[in-house]
């Protein structure tokens, strides 16, 4: 739990380090706090992942990171009809590059489920490093779409910091190994920890 | 799961080819002032932004780009066409950060809909 809070923590803190009470208004920034949210529980997977991992624990967490995702992009899909033009050809590229992350986190977390898993990988050493290296792909272009955007990270410094936080989850692995196997959150919790962080988020913003 | 994962790219394809079921508004692209391409619509009131100076955005006023109205060189000039959405983004967005950043009455930067739904304010 710890570990969830912390992550959570770093990737909301970076928002605020300028600028920390500006928003667009209460709908986009509760939007945009869900995507925030998706992402910390992305990074999350990825650094409790290691050898002794409850493969249960981190699929039905994952399932709770594309629920997450999911309610970012049709919160902004339904909601604010001018979006969906953003998802167009033609649209910007950090748009392109945040469908691609969502298409990655599908694959992801389908093609790691039996039997699909056995029909695409033929042992178990080859899908943990495709699964792998779908993470790293996966947290890259989510990265990209947060930071070539601009929202919340409008310096850049935060963009700096906000890459680099991605970079040491994704390349860090024999760094954050060390820290021993962490008791994966429950997906109760992480999805009690988003509504909290994404409700903070959308108030400190948006109140007077 | 796949089952899951493939409806969910469904629902939302079918949201980006026929719009929102829940939003009151959609824009529509078209080709607003004569543009090459099919553009958003956008609302701009210069009666909300009488504290700005003019040249803030009418460039031309003091660098002598151009003259008329600002689609005249943006949407026609092959130039600036391709940077016509980055420009205006920009423009919009970072003057309006800037003034809430500084705690100045100039409205936050806001969703999409607030700006790309067509006007005919002056």
Known sequence: ?208 | MKVVFAAIILAGALVVAFGSPVANEQPVRDFYYDAPDRILPMSFAHQDHVPVNCVDCHHNYVDDTGGGLCMNCHVTDQSVWPLFEQQFHDLCRTCHEEKAALGEDGGPPRQCMACHLGDDLP
């Open chain 1, 1 to 208: 739990m710890k570990a969830l809070i912390a992550t959570f923590l770093a990737v909301f803190l970076i928002t605020f380090l300028a600028a920390p009470a500006m928003g667009g208004g209460w709908y986009w920034d509760a939007g945009n706090a869900l995507g925030f949210a998706a992402f910390a529980g992305l990074l999350y997977l990825t650094i409790t992942s290691s050898r002794r991992l409850d493969v249960r624990a981190h699929q039905v967490l994952g399932y709770g990171v594309l629920f997450v995702t999911t309610a970012h992009i049709f919160w902004f899909m339904l909601g604010d009809a001018a979006v969906i033009e953003f998802m167009k050809f033609g649209a910007p590229d950090y748009m392109w590059h945040g469908i691609v992350s969502f298409l990655l986190l599908g694959v992801l977390i389908t093609v790691a489920l039996v039997p699909d898993r056995f029909r695409v990988h033929s042992d178990y050493p080859a899908f943990k490093y495709w699964h792998r290296l779908l993470a790293i792909f996966t947290i890259g272009t989510a990265t990209y779409h947060i930071v070539a955007s601009h929202f919340y990270l409008g310096t850049w410094y935060q963009g700096a910091l906000f890459a680099l936080l991605a970079i040491a989850v994704a390349f860090g692995r024999p760094w954050w190994i060390r820290l021993g196997q962490l008791r994966l959150a429950h997906i109760g919790a992480y999805l009690a920890v988003s509504a909290a962080f994404a409700a903070a988020f959308t108030a400190i913003r948006n109140l007077p």
